[in-house]
């Protein structure tokens, strides 16, 4: 087929999906639904195999219903819960899952969890079941949700493992991993990959032990004298990981890790103090997105920033920590425009210290209060 035909059917395609999109109602975001919808056609048009459509639109369908129980609690903050399903009521593990819930669902989180038994129903114990979202796993053998969840409201089962921690993760302000098997050692890991390589936004992650437990010092033992040691890791990688056995300590780190900092955002480098009035944009061929933008809650001052410039010079690439007005992009998508900001071009494989960045504007923020 010549490409002015193949371009052609795409055209008539796109023309046929539009009608259907008409005809369902669907209004917004329709460049993204045409291309959800493309896929699917080109699926049936690459002679996709029963088993691998199969694995798509159940995937698919799943998440769609994930989506929507998540999308009901939009702008309230969740923090997911990991542990094994074995622990029994009465194990000390059990207590700290259920006490470190409780604890932050009096501050106005809402708690996430796998939905089964042991660490997860302690926690949607501690937290209560108006304030636990489930997201559990079909086996055949071991693991059944358990009775503190919504089945109607909060609470949806998954096929797959991939698109159930897709949604333990996705929605998820914070982390507590308390010891667990290779389920749980597989979700804690994934964590700490996804925030050593950028791939999530910094988040507070904390391994919460029993009382005097030994289970997270020999995970840490395992990492530093093993993984860094032979250069598999960074020395620093678990720096950003609190491991505690205290309840109170967790708590702390979780809320106290939103103090002052807000969010992030890429982009383009348009010069040492990124956009503002009289930095006009660079040509398009010369943008690139490597400007790093955190918002705060509590600007720092003169003095503060040329603190974070000493302390954190290792992390930044070129230039220095500066002071910011709102992007271009964030200006267009109205995106956190009441915070200030601070903005640097960070060394491309210094991400994962960010959360050491972060916590430093936490602290000033609150020496700057303390001042006042």
Known sequence: MSEGRAEEELDALRGRIAELLDEAGVRGQRKLITQLVETSVGLGQDGTNRANLKLSAAALTEMRRAFRIFAAHDGTPKVTIFGSARTRLGDPLWEQAEAVAE?????????VTGAGPGIMEAAAR?????????VSIRLPFEEKPNDMINQDGNHVAMKYFFTRKLML???????VCLPGGFGTLDETFELLTLQQTGKMAPTPIVLLDRPGGTFWRGFEGFVREQLAEYGMVSAGDLDRVLITDSVDAAVSEIAGFWSNYDSLRWVPDRGPAGAGPGRPAPPAAEVRYDRLVLRLRTAPNEQQIAELNQRFADLIASGRIELADPAPEEVA?????????????PQPRAIGSLHTLIRACNELAAKKQGDA
């Open 103 to 111: 604890g932050l669902a009096a501050l106005g989180w809402m708690l």
């Open 169 to 175: 993760v996705k929605e998820s302000s914070g982390f």
């Open 126 to 134: 501690g937290a209560g079941p108006a304030q636990s979202l489930g």
């Open 333 to 345: 998508d109205r995106d956190r425009l009441e915070l200030a900001r601070i903005s640097f071009v």
